[in-house]
Structure formats: structure tokens, C-alpha cells
Nanobody, 117 residues
């Protein structure tokens, strides 16, 4: 059974930083596609960043240069380092996992990130 547990969300001022964590069980982070998505009120869920096979990364244009996705194989955990946060980054952030060559996706419960002064 795959479980994804996010943590690290909270309230931060504009320009600040947060690091989100996604602890995975039942799936190997380094050999999967691990992604971070977000959903703001009244908006569709959108892809923020994805890491495939533990090394290949892609980012949404609006977070490039500010966010970094990374993994810790020993902890089987994926991180999203978010710097220079803006109010428009406010959303619930979700961890997503998919085994390579599979279409089955798994989701975490989400963690709230609020950027406000």
C-alpha cells in the first residue's frame, strides 16, 4: 500500500522560504516519478515540479529559479524547497507518486502554504 505524507506547510511572509517534505512508503522514490502539485481556492490543481528516476526534474514556468525538488533515497522522501515566495504561491500543496511505466497515481493529503504579510 502506497502512502504519501506531506509536512512543512505553514504561513510565511512574501520573500520567505519553506521546505515541504513528502515521506513515501510502499513506493521507491528514486525509481518513480515524484511530483508536487498545488491547488489554490477556485483554481484547478496544477503541476509545480516533478522528479523522475531520482534525477530528471521539470518545473512549472512560474516557479523556475525559485523552487527546487529533490530526494533523499535513504529516507525515501521528496522535498520541495520554496524560496522567494509570493502571495500567488498560496495553495494546498500535494505530493504525487507514480511508478515509472505505470499510469497509477498516488496522492498525499496535502499541506497548506500561505504567503501573506
Amino acid at each position: 500500500q502506497v502512502q504519501l505524507v506531506e509536512s512543512g506547510g505553514g504561513l510565511v511572509q512574501p520573500g520567505g522560504s519553506l521546505r515541504l517534505s513528502c515521506a513515501a512508503s510502499g513506493i521507491i522514490v528514486s525509481s518513480s516519478a515524484m511530483g508536487w502539485y498545488r491547488q489554490a481556492p477556485g483554481k484547478q490543481r496544477e503541476l509545480v515540479a516533478v522528479m523522475r528516476g531520482g534525477s530528471i526534474t521539470n518545473y512549472a514556468d512560474n516557479v523556475k529559479g525559485r523552487f527546487t525538488i529533490s530526494g533523499d533515497n535513504a529516507k525515501n522522501t521528496v522535498y520541495l524547497q520554496m524560496n522567494s515566495l509570493k502571495p500567488e504561491d498560496t495553495a494546498v500543496y500535494y505530493c504525487n507518486a507514480r511508478r515509472l511505466m505505470s499510469r497509477v497515481e498516488y496522492w498525499g493529503q496535502g499541506t497548506q502554504v500561505t504567503v501573506s504579510s
